[in-house]
């Protein structure tokens, strides 16, 4: 897989801005089938920095419901990557 096919998009909450800010961590939505070292490659690679692990979530679809019934939404991986504390990646 090419590093653009596994990080699909930077994970902009309130919760990630702040462990970037503090712990220099950034969180990412990644590919279901990416593994830590294709992650690991991928941010090394796109964000030209230096990564010391990865922890990923992988978050289940929750069921919703509206008046014509009920549905699910998509299931999402995420990557956490901590950097190391001379990098960093400017997201905005």
Same mark, same amino acid.
């Given at each position: 897989?090419?590093? /653009? %096919? ?6 902009? /909450?309130?919760? $990630? /801005?702040?462990? $970037?800010?503090? $712990?220099?961590?950034? /969180?990412?939505? *990644?590919? !279901?089938?990416?593994?830590? +070292?294709?992650?690991?490659?991928? *941010?090394? %690679? ?6 010391? @692990? ?6 289940? @679809? ?6 014509? @019934?009920y549905?699910?939404? $998509?299931?999402? =991986?995420?990557? *956490? *990557? =901590?950097? !190391? +504390? ?7």
């Open positions: 897989m090419e590093a /653009t %096919e596994v990080i699909r998009k930077p994970m902009v /909450t309130e919760k $990630s /801005t702040f462990a $970037s800010s503090m $712990s220099n961590r950034y /969180t990412f939505q *990644v590919d !279901h089938r990416a593994t830590k +070292p294709q992650i690991k490659q991928a *941010v090394e %690679e796109l964000y030209n920095v230096r990564v010391l @692990g990865v922890a990923i979530q992988n978050r289940k @679809g929750q069921m919703r419901r509206n008046k014509f @019934g549905w699910k939404t $998509s299931e999402i =991986k995420r990557a *956490v *990557v =901590k950097l !190391h +504390p001379d990098d960093r990646i400017e997201l905005f």
